[in-house]
C-alpha cells in the first residue's frame, strides 16, 4: 500500500475498539494414546480491550488454565484463533517463543516452583533478557530498577528464593514478567496461595503496575474478591464453554445466567443484601471427556427444561453482555 494512502475504514475501527486480545473460536483437545480425547476448551471467543482486565472465572476443572496455557504457547491448541495487537499466536511452530515476543507473560499461583532455587534474585529478575549477554552491572542495575517497581528493595538482589516470604517470591515472579515488557499479563491464581494481607498488598500492587507499566490482564482466580477489585469485565466458564460474558460490575452485581449466579452468589460479602440462603452448587461439574448433551449446565441448573439437553445454548446478547441461556427472559423474573 502507498504510505501516503488513507488507513483503510477497517484499520480505523480496529484502533477505536483497540483490542490487545481476541480469542475466536478457540478449541483445546487433549489427547492420550489409550484415553478418549479431553476436549477441555469448545469453541471459546472473548477478546480484552487494551489496558483493561478480563477476569475468566469456573469453578475448578472448568478449562481456565488450559485457555492460559494456549494463549501463552505453553499448552495445545485444536483450533481457533489467538491474536495478540493483529498477531496470530496459534498454529505457529514455537509457540512460547512467538508469545513471549509479542508481549505475553504469565504468572502462576506457586512461585517457588516458578523460580530456580539456586539462582539470587537478581539473576532470575534479568532471565528474559539473559540472551542479550549485557554486563553483570548492568544486568544487576535493571533488576534493581525492577525490585523497586514491585516494592522491594536492594537488600533482596542477593537473596535465594528460599529466603524470601512467599509473598516477596512472587512479587520477584511478576517483576521477572515486568522485565519481558509484556503487553499482556495472564494471572493464573497468582494471588491464591498468599495470607489474607499479603494477597491484598500484591492486588494492590497488580492494580498499580496496571497503570504504571500500561499493562493489560487476564486474570485467572477462584478469589470473586480478587476479581471485583481488580476486573473491568468477566467471563464465566463452565465445562470448556462461555456461559456468560459482560462488564465486571454488572455480572458480579446481577449475575444472569444460573451457573453464575450460583457460582457468585455462593460468596455473600460481594453482593449487598445476598440472600442467606443462595442456592447452592450442587453436584460435580463433570467430565469434559464425556460432557452433557444440550447445555453442558442442565444436570446441575434448577431452571432445565427438556430443551436444554438437547439442544446447545449460544451466547446471546444481554444487559450490556452476554449469556448463554435458553430460558434468560424467564429466569430474570426470578429474583436473585
Ligand atoms: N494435560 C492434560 N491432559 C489431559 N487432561 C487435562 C490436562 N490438563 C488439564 N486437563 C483436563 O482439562 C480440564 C480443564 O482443566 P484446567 O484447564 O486445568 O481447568 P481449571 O484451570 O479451570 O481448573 C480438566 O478436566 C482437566 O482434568
Ligand atoms: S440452558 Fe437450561 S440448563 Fe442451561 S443454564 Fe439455561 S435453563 Fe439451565
Ligand atoms: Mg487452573
Known amino acids: 500500500m502507498n504510505a501516503r494512502m488513507p488507513m483503510p475504514d477497517h484499520a480505523a475501527t480496529h484502533a477505536a475498539t483497540d483490542t490487545l486480545l481476541d480469542v475466536k473460536q478457540l478449541s483445546v483437545i487433549y489427547r492420550g494414546l489409550t484415553r478418549t480425547p479431553v476436549q477441555a476448551v469448545a469453541g471459546v471467543s472473548f477478546s480484552i480491550a487494551r489496558g483493561s482486565t478480563l477476569a475468566l472465572i469456573g469453578e475448578s476443572g472448568s478449562g481456565k488454565s488450559t485457555i492460559a496455557r494456549a494463549i501463552a504457547g505453553l499448552g495445545p491448541v485444536e483450533s481457533g484463533s489467538i491474536r495478540l495487537d493483529g498477531a496470530e499466536l496459534a498454529g505457529k511452530g514455537d509457540r512460547a517463543a512467538e508469545a513471549g515476543r509479542h508481549g505475553v507473560q504469565i504468572v502462576f499461583q506457586d512461585p517457588t516452583s516458578a523460580l530456580n532455587p539456586r539462582w539470587p534474585v537478581w539473576q532470575s529478575i534479568v532471565e528474559p533478557r539473559l540472551r542479550e549477554r549485557l554486563k553483570r552491572a548492568v544486568q544487576r542495575d535493571i533488576a534493581a530498577d525492577y525490585l523497586g517497581r514491585v516494592g522491594l528493595n536492594a537488600r533482596h538482589m542477593d537473596r535465594l528464593p528460599q529466603q524470601l516470604s512467599g509473598g516477596q517470591r512472587q512479587r520477584v515472579t511478576i517483576a521477572r514478567a515486568l522485565v519481558a515488557r509484556p503487553k499482556l499479563i495472564i494471572l493464573d491464581e497468582a494471588v491464591s496461595a498468599l495470607d489474607v494481607s499479603v494477597r491484598n498488598e500484591v492486588l494492590l500492587l497488580l492494580d498499580r503496575l496496571k497503570e504504571s507499566e500500561q499493562l493489560t490482564y487476564l486474570l485467572i482466580s477462584h478469589d470473586m474478591g480478587a476479581v471485583a477489585q481488580l476486573a473491568t469485565s468477566v467471563a464465566v466458564l463452565y465445562l470448556g464453554r462461555l456461559v456468560e460474558l459482560g462488564p465486571a460490575t454488572r455480572v458480579i452485581g446481577q449475575p444472569s445466567h444460573p451457573y453464575s449466579r450460583a457460582l457468585i452468589e455462593a ?68 429474583p436473585s
Open 267 to 334: 460468596v455473600p460479602s460481594l453482593q449487598a443484601g445476598a440472600r442467606k440462603d443462595a442456592p447452592k452448587l450442587s453436584g460435580e461439574i463433570g467430565d469434559p471427556a464425556h460432557p452433557p448433551s444440550g447445555c453442558r449446565f442442565h444436570p446441575r441448573c434448577p431452571f432445565a427444561i427438556d430443551r436444554c439437553s438437547n439442544e446447545v445454548p449460544v451466547l446471546t446478547p444481554h444487559r450490556g453482555g452476554e449469556s448463554a441461556c435458553h430460558r434468560t427472559q424467564e429466569i430474570e423474573a426470578v
